[in-house]
């Protein structure tokens, strides 16, 4: 089931399993997504909580979500983006930090980047407050303009990189 709401980044396609968000897409929604996503379904509970929670988000008066939530993923994928979930608002850390953080070594930036731009809910799980070690943005599945309006959107900023 799935819902579709505006946001400043473009419309968002939510997709339940009925229990938790297993995706948000960006549009435009792909027409064969690799998940399924079945019947648009507006007033599904679990969408309108989360549709409720995005516009809150979007708005300025959330800033942490509270969804239930069921990413497809391997273990390490979903293991990375849980650490995505308790970056701060508002806050950044480097693909190296969050591998340290991890307790990986070697080539754990890279593994680290790579399921962190497989994650299957941005925005409620925060990939885009990942940046590289040098300050810049770096890839976003969304493209690196939204990741920057959802950067400025958390510092209260008008624009402008950090």
């Known amino acids: ?33 690799a998940r399924p996503v079945g019947e648009r379904a507006d007033d599904h ?13 979007f708005s ?15 273990d390490f994928q979903r293991r990375v983006w849980a650490a995505l979930a308790e970056i701060p608002f508002g806050a950044t850390t480097s693909y190296g930090a969050l591998a340290r ?6 080539h754990g930036a890279r593994a680290v980047g790579l399921a962190n731009g497989r994650n299957p809910i941005p925005v409620v799980v925060p990939c885009h407050r990942v940046i590289g070690a040098d300050g810049r943005l770096t ?16 510092r209260g900023d008008d624009g402008g990189l950090f």
């Open 60 to 74: 300025g008066s959330l800033t942490r979500f509270d969804l239930p939530l069921a990413p497809g993923g391997s």
């Open 1 to 33: 089931m799935w819902s579709v709401i505006g946001s400043p980044i473009d419309d968002l396609r939510i997709v339940t399993d009925g229990e938790a968000v297993t995706a948000i897409d960006f549009a435009p929604h792909p027409e064969a997504p």
């Open 45 to 57: 509970p679990v969408l309108v909580e989360a549709a409720a929670q995005l516009a809150a988000y």
């Open 101 to 106: 953080d991890l307790g990986l070594t070697g």
């Open 139 to 154: 890839g976003y599945a969304g493209g690196v303009e939204r990741k920057q309006v959802l950067l400025d959107l958390e």
